[in-house]
């Protein structure tokens, strides 16, 4: 079965730092995200993306965060200057296949953001 | 936007018992509605989903059921095994593409 995969699984970072969060979608999907979730609480959306432009992001994307396609397989997140409240499992998704009437996203196995 | 109420957040059963989570959403415009489970420190996964023009959807012990005049969605567990103890996620959206709006999950706990 088709993955998303995501590296690194665990990042520790310094206040200030830049990260780079990366993920591979599900090659035949037309549709990317990426979503967070601080520890024990729900998943909330960060930002949707599609033929290679931000399609909708929320509140939380704000100018620190920025997501780039930079050639036809990788898909980033990168947040400027970390904070400890960026502290999270990011998960990358994809959904979309081309082709198919297919709806659903399929995850990653995301990336543990340790800012300390 | 979009908000998404979970109920109940802990949920504690006997193995073999049924289990019944139930979501309610606040916009009509919402199409699509799926159930994810979350292991500790793992992904979310899809188990079951139902789009506004059906009401009911089964897959072997795992069912899930709409009212889209009542604004609310349930999933529905049989015969609870102790591997179904996991974090219980119902999540709403416009389309299959759209931004998902996730509830606040609930623990599922099967007792052998």
């Known amino acids: 079965e088709p993955e998303v995969t995501q590296t690194p699984s665990h990042q520790v970072t310094q206040m200030g730092q830049e990260v780079i969060l990366r993920c591979v979608p599900i090659?035949?999907?037309?549709?990317f995200y990426w979503y967070r979730q601080i520890l024990g609480q729900k998943v909330e959306f960060l930002v949707s993306f599609y033929n290679n432009e931000i399609s909708e992001k929320s509140e939380i994307f704000d100018d620190q965060f920025s997501v780039e396609r930079p050639d036809g397989s990788n898909f980033t997140l990168k947040i400027r200057s970390t904070k400890l409240e960026d502290s999270a499992m990011y998960f990358c998704?994809?959904?979309?296949?081309?082709?198919?009437?297919?709806?659903?996203?399929?995850f990653g196995s995301g990336t543990r953001l340790t800012v300390v | 936007g979009e908000n998404v109420e979970q109920h109940p957040s802990t949920l504690s059963v006997q193995e073999g018992d049924s289990a019944v989570i139930k979501c309610t959403y606040s916009d009509s415009a919402s199409n699509y509605f799926p159930w994810y489970k979350q292991e500790l420190g793992k992904r979310p996964q899809l188990i079951i989903d139902?789009?506004?023009?059906?009401g009911e959807k089964k897959d072997q012990r795992i069912a899930v059921t709409l009212n889209k005049t009542a604004k609310h969605f349930s999933l529905h567990i049989t015969e609870t095994q102790p591997e179904d103890s996991a974090v219980y996620f119902c999540a709403a959206s416009y389309s299959g593409y759209s931004t998902l709006t996730f509830g606040k999950g609930t623990m599922l706990l099967v007792s052998p």
């Open positions: 139902i789009r506004s023009n059906v």
């Open positions: 090659s035949n999907h037309l549709y």
């Open positions: 998704a994809s959904s979309g296949a081309t082709g198919t009437g297919n709806w659903g996203y399929t």
